[in-house]
């Protein structure tokens, strides 16, 4: 029996692959997203110089000198507190400094007061570039002109971790739903036997496509509100965003991602290698999303691996607009990427999945 077992296992390529597969991307992952030595460097920040005065660029220049040799920050310059923002939002940068008008007139004058706005997300990395700015002003500091730095936020009071958590707990819950439901669906359906019924049915292939699809979608939106609801009523976490925008972040997402569940599910044919697949797919993306770590703490290589993942994409924009109240302009690249995704991955799979399911 084990020798039947391990032979027909052995037979479904997929299966056999993921299964190799699964444990190293795992271990790769875990490895390199823990590093020893656990430092955290280069942070962008955005610093913005409001103050053209030589006195004012002079002092501004200073700090982003200071800033830079720390090997901590990485400094990106401008004159538009609004942009910065938008930059804040969007977890582009992780602070921004402003030397406002009149700035350096007032520590010529023997005093002077800069503001920082702060990332609030994630406290634990706030707290080291917090530490990080303070340290830089202390070296900028004359006993005759000390400068008095204002450090706040985007939103009022004080944010917790899970405020961090909470919007990519419900976007990950959201997504996964579509993306293995339509999977584990058809495969189920093919092993039962139940498929050929359907497709024998009065109705076109792709009204069977759609109904599954829809369900997975309504699905997905049901497991996001609870998760939703528990975090507003359990855990305190604060609403501030646009209920619509919020809602359209979550409904691209799902759809991107039951296009690719759809996808995924063209190429086996069996229950236990969908999952097997859903599995390799999902668990690094949640990972390598952001959803449960600054993507900071990723080395620049599986960075840049998470930038071609959607989930980055509505957990950025979701986790922005939720708790931080973003405008549309800061999150509408997210939007219209995601909205772009969709279309070309629908594109893709529908054919495919016609194709395998009339196999």
Do not use: C
């Amino acid at each position: 029996m084990a020798k039947k077992d391990l032979t027909e296992f052995y037979r479904v390529k997929p299966r056999l692959v993921t299964m190799i597969l699964f444990p190293v991307v795992l271990m790769l992952l875990f490895g390199y997203m823990f590093p020893s030595g656990g430092v955290v460097n280069h942070v962008p920040i955005a610093v913005v110089v409001q103050d053209q005065s030589p006195q004012g660029v002079q002092l501004a220049d200073r700090f982003i000198y200071l800033a830079q040799s720390s090997g901590l920050l990485d400094v990106t310059t401008s004159d538009s507190v609004s942009w910065a923002e938008q930059q804040l939002v969007i977890s582009r940068v992780y602070a921004v400094v402003i030397f406002h008008r009149g700035i350096g007139e007032q520590v010529s004058s023997g005093g002077g007061t800069v503001e920082v706005i702060l990332d609030q997300l994630n406290p634990t990395l706030d707290s080291a570039v917090k530490g990080e700015i303070e340290q830089v002003f202390l070296q900028m500091d004359a006993p005759s002109s000390p400068l008095n730095v204002v450090f706040q936020g985007l939103v009022p009071g004080t944010l917790g971790s899970f405020e961090f958590l909470a919007p990519g707990i419900i976007a990950m819950t959201a997504i996964i739903g579509g993306l293995s439901g339509l999977a584990m669906t058809f495969s189920r359906e093919r092993e039962l036997g139940t498929l050929d019924g359907l497709l024998l049915a009065p109705i076109s292939r792709l009204s069977i496509i759609f109904g599954k699809a829809l369900a997975q979608i309504v699905r997905g939106a049901v497991s996001s509100a609870i998760v939703f609801v528990i975090s507003v009523l359990f855990f305190g976490v604060k609403v501030y965003g646009n209920p619509f925008l919020m809602v359209l972040v979550l409904m691209e997402g799902i759809l991107a991602f039951t296009g690719m569940g759809m996808m995924a599910t063209s190429f086996v044919s069996d229950q236990e290698s969908a999952q097997l697949i859903m599995l390799i797919i999902q668990f690094p993306m949640i990972f390598l999303s952001g959803a449960l770590f600054p993507l900071l703490q990723l080395p620049w290589w599986l960075r840049m691996i998470s930038y071609i993942l959607p989930l980055t994409y509505v957990v950025s924009a979701f986790r922005a607009e939720m708790v931080l109240n973003a405008p549309f302009q800061a999150i509408a690249p997210e939007v219209y990427g995601l909205a772009i995704f969709t279309v070309v991955v629908f594109a893709l799979a529908i054919p495919l999945f016609q194709r395998a399911v009339t196999k």
